[in-house]
């Protein structure tokens, strides 16, 4: 059967070869895991087998809820897979052995989590803020709140949410008015209303942990009077179980474009005035304590599109390897014979842009990750170094990869024309599930302005001339190449243009002119991602195209023909060497129009007022 | 109540201001219909309060079918609606006095089909088929045809279907394998089946009549074997009603990503071998007389892409208008109150860029219908410019409009955060919709083959070339206002760039490498619907800035921004200048890096195989 999923041996291309993931487990933290590529061929193997099936059921049964109970169920077929997902303890597979956990790099988690929200496992992300929950515990949560709460909610047992969102205080989360006024008895009593949350309820797990934005009764206003709650769904009763239930409830669900796998609750807390809720850290450090969550999700709902992407991009190749229709318009092609449509090259091209996008994105996705478990094992300056690489990106993975997410499903539902529209193919399922990543856990126009004002302004361009220095080695190493020295050159080009606009920038900036500069952040991330994605086709160009020609090296064209038919790994390497080729040949073409609209001024933004949008 | 259709202001803009159709009203042909502003509003009036409520149950009780009994039922919603619509003889407007139309512009219809396809009327893409059914009985049926058939669909009382597609006949028409044998009474016997068949059973009219391509047995194989058929649902009695039932049955329905308000059927013909067809004009002329239909339709799904991005972007604009979140960046804006959030820079910059393509691709579609109206009032070679500008802006209107609308309705979704991802508002739906109008009617990458190969170079780019002489007339114009003329520099530009790919493809092409220009269709095409909403932008630009000078001429810039706080009129021109000045001066900036992207060749597309896409 075809893989549907993901390009496994991409996934190892760039951990191993590019990414040289095997000398991390020279250090002692990841040394028992050079293991990692088995652990990949099994969650591949556990997606094909328990969790694919649940895609079909999440979208279209999608989840229940009972108005009269309050409840909410998942689909049945949910149940046995969640609990072989947590039996194998996939959720722990990065964490210290010290909370039960596996100590892998977190770029072989990320590899994981692909594969895992490719194959339509919708409660992976409730697992995922389960995990995040349980991190926030054990970050900042006294002995007792890692013995209640930490464990269970490491295992799956319980699981975990994330609750900021209120009607009045989206994207502005300083607006929150849920209030905790003190019990007496250390305890807080919550009292507000929380929406768009993330499986607030369901019946999946025998608890639900819910960590809460709320403002201590007498607390200043905006988000520096901001605590954090853990609100459990019932109370643990001392020994180690679920006890009294806690009064928070669901009172109604969202009805969504797609994700309807993975429930979006509105909860209420205190209805009765019996909430009762307990203070995790620091009075008033809520939101810092908030982002040690939110900055790992972004990560994700940045791997959650790539997924989103990767599984379209595969199903559009298996569909037009097998759909037969028109005749090749290659000279000598035969005339009578209709052919697949992989060999129109429209269709080609665009099979090559998502490609393209899918393996960029992925090595984007996987360095950051690395630059995580590289500061895992470095001091000092180097440790700073690789984690400001890790908040300077972090807003690229989280914008870039879901808004492309959008422009290739829609290719591959192209690629399979009308039944691309239709829902017994999964391509109109992953555009619509997709779209939610651009929105949640801080929309992309929030990313953009957290990149350019906090991340490239706010820390004086630090992290940013230390990613130039990376792409620079990169830029060299290929300059050096015959063979590659014209993509090197590109490369530089596109590096040399950002650079220009980043300095520009900085400039106005400091000359107090940053209103224009609100009005071109979303435009700036594009075509930074862009150029990083350029730098990670160059970064994969050095080393796959020695390797190709290993295989073809002063071959005929016939030969090379019948090599790359019989032999998958030169295939792969073709693949690789043209998707890296089309990418900075021909897509980042288009980024040099991206930097002049950049800097082409922003002035009738600025200046329209919202009389003059007429209807 | 905010207008959340359609800019009934922008619309009598294009109409009256940019293309100047009064002028059209000096001919005879429609001289009586110098009151089109009126039909306008009422086709407003009318899509508010009667058709706009049809749009939810449309999408969330869809269309129904009954396998027993292979009947498929609209929502009940929709009967009445129909019924007035068809009472108010909106499907003939523009259709001549002889056949009970009423002989408006074209480009009066395609405004008034734009507010109809906006308000969520599904059924109004059925009635459409229907009047193209009407018009192909018209140019090509006998006159019993036309007795028979084309009163009854002209007036909605019957409706028609398009049937082309089979199961392994999508874009490759010729392999269509229904056949027809001659009954020997001058009918002929259809067997075969048709899929992606919209409202091929329904329950809204009285009877439906396919137009069916189907090869007569032992006609040649391709298109030039195939031949169309009328084939009514039931075979008229021949006093003017519905008789016999015959034997063409909807097996199944498609389960669709949106438009669930509009069923896409499977059409059995002739399982019970009684299924009664008559041949349309001539044996082996089926394919022409299709395209008839089929001109029509592919500008009319153009309108549609346009429908639904207008209705997303007006959407949006009330929705930012009116949801408060966060303070204003603006310096001296008060850093205590939040506002809303069409005052920050991002939202504005997505609201500009949705108004620029709405209002762009507006008047791409209207001006391609007034090339057709001043067709129907030239003569000779006038006649014959006219029509060919129609020819070469087919393609563009279909697949630039509709691959735009995907982009737009996403930044509508965008603007309104989780609320844009949930079915409260219609922003989702609208995506959904729209997505179909890349596909159906040909998918736009045929739409790219047909620009290139058929339009561009099939005539030597005597087209091309007559639309380039008009683009230098405005460039012309824009140049001598002091104004204006940094746009109009703009444009020449572009203008150029883009002449310049023609000349490098046509001379591929003559120098028979034209296997390169396969990989490039669809990038061309997205590159000359820029240019071309560069110039009609500048067109406007003419047009608007003088009559907003006239409102802000030598006035302070507080004088101004009360003008324009009172004024519509006034805003209405200030925004229609910033959005032009935003286009040309900003998103037109990417246009140049996609001739590069052109530019740089194809070789990857052209090289890769089948095999290197891997998994």
Known sequence: MANLLVDKRDQIFVLKEMLEIDRLCSFPRYASHAGYEMVLNEAHTFANTELSPTAVDGDQQGCLYDPKTKAVTFPQSFHKPYQKFCEGGWLTMCDSPDVGGDGFPSAVGTAVSEVFYACGFYIYGAAELTHAAAKVIEAYGSEEQKKSYMTKLFAGEWMGTMCLTEPDAGSEVGAVQTVATRNGDGSYAITGTKIFITAGEHDLAGNIIHMVLARVAGDPPGTKGLSLFIVPKFLPDGVGNAGERNDVYCTGIEHKMGLHGLVTCTMAFGDSGKCTGYLLGEQGKGMAEMFHMMNEQRLLVGVEGLSFSTSAFMNAVDYTKSRVQGLSVYPGADKQKSVAIINHPDVKRMLLTMKAYVEGCRSLAYFTSSCMDNAGVADGADRARWQGLVELLTPIVKAYITDNAWTVTALAMQCAGGYGYCSDYPFERLARDCKVTTIFEG?????????????????????????????????????????????????????????????????????????????????????????????????????????????????SEDEIAKILNKNKNAAFYDGKVLGARFFIGTLLMNTFGKFEQIRSGAAPVISIGEKSFTG
């Open 443 to 555: 929309t992309n126009g929030i990313q953009a302005m957290d990149l350019m004002f906090r991340k490239i302004l706010g820390n004086n361009r630090v992290n940013f001339n230390n990613l130039l220095e990376m792409i620079d080695q990169t830029i060299e190493k290929g300059a050096a190449d015959a063979e590659i020295s014209v993509y090197a050159a590109i490369v530089k080009r596109a590096r040399e243009g950002l650079a220009r606009i980043v300095e520009e920038m900085a400039a106005s900036s400091a000359a107090g002119n940053s209103l224009d500069l609100y009005a071109k952040t979303s435009p700036f991330l594009e075509a930074m991602g862009d150029v990083l994605l350029g730098w990670l086709h160059l970064w994969q160009l050095t080393v796959a195209n020695p390797k190709l020609q290993g295989f073809i090296e002063n071959k």
